[in-house]
């Protein structure tokens, strides 16, 4: 018994839609690489790793220069303006001089992290708070990381350059802060903050 064949496109229709599915999703490959471009400031676990790091950076160094004393004495180390600074307040990385230069050079400076340093305190008027700079190096990305500590600062504390004034006698004149008042011993309790992100 003899069974004719008719021909058949169905293989043919198999194929054009392979091809065709195949060219729709390279397409769309290549539109979603293009649409998400990733830059160095994507948030990614990367990103996230540096900004924990500099975290953990930024509050070491308080603790570390606190315990020290080093923190206290780069507050103290101002006479009309921070010593050594050329718009009261330091661009970039203090002199090899000041008690905070090593530290954060260590911890930030070569990490090629910049940093801010900034100073929280009570106001003259009694009302809210004040800040002066210590360290502008710029304005913080968005995945900037923070750290603060608090420091005391007491009447009997001497400052300037070579530690020529005492906060009591000087300190309404010459310091940034004013004294809290009702008290002969604790001048103010100032409030130090640092800001980091990746350059």
Same mark, same amino acid.
């Given at each position: ?16 839609? +392979? ?27 990367? =990103?996230?790793?540096?900004? =924990?790091? %500099? @975290?953990? %950076? ?5 603790? #570390? ?6 923190l206290k004495s780069a507050l103290l180390y101002y ?5 050594? @600074?050329? =718009?009261? &307040?330091?661009? /970039?990385l203090p002199n090899a001089s000041h008690p905070l ?12 992290? @910049?940093?801010?340093?900034?100073? &929280?305190?009570? +106001?003259? *008027? ?9 360290? *502008? ?6 995945? +900037?990381?923070?750290?603060?500590? $608090?420091?005391?600062?007491? /009447? ?24 809290? /008042?009702? /008290? *002969? #011993?604790? &001048? ?7 800001? +980091?992100? $990746?350059?």
């Amino acid at each position: 018994m003899f069974v004719e064949h008719l021909p058949d496109d169905r293989g043919q229709a198999h194929t054009l839609e +392979a091809f065709t599915a195949a060219l729709l999703l390279v397409t769309g490959l290549i539109f979603a690489t293009q649409a998400t471009a990733v830059t160095p400031l994507s948030a990614s676990t990367s =990103n996230q790793h540096v900004e =924990n790091q %500099a @975290a953990i %950076a930024a509050q070491d160094v308080l603790t #570390t220069t606190e315990a020290s004393g080093d923190l206290k004495s780069a507050l103290l180390y101002y006479d009309d303006g921070f010593v050594g @600074a050329e =718009n009261r &307040y330091y661009t /970039g990385l203090p002199n090899a001089s000041h008690p905070l230069h090593d530290p954060l050079r260590e911890a930030f400076d070569a990490r090629r992290i @910049a940093f801010d340093v900034d100073v &929280y305190y009570p +106001a003259a *008027d009694g009302d809210g708070v004040d800040r002066t700079r210590l360290i *502008d190096m710029g304005t913080p990305s968005d995945n +900037a990381a923070t750290a603060s500590t $608090q420091v005391a600062l007491y /009447g009997d504390d001497r400052f300037g350059a070579g530690g020529e004034y005492t906060l009591a006698e000087n300190g309404s004149r010459r310091y940034f802060a004013a004294p809290v /008042g009702g /008290g *002969d #011993t604790l &001048y103010t309790v100032a409030e130090v903050r640092i800001t +980091a992100w $990746q350059m």
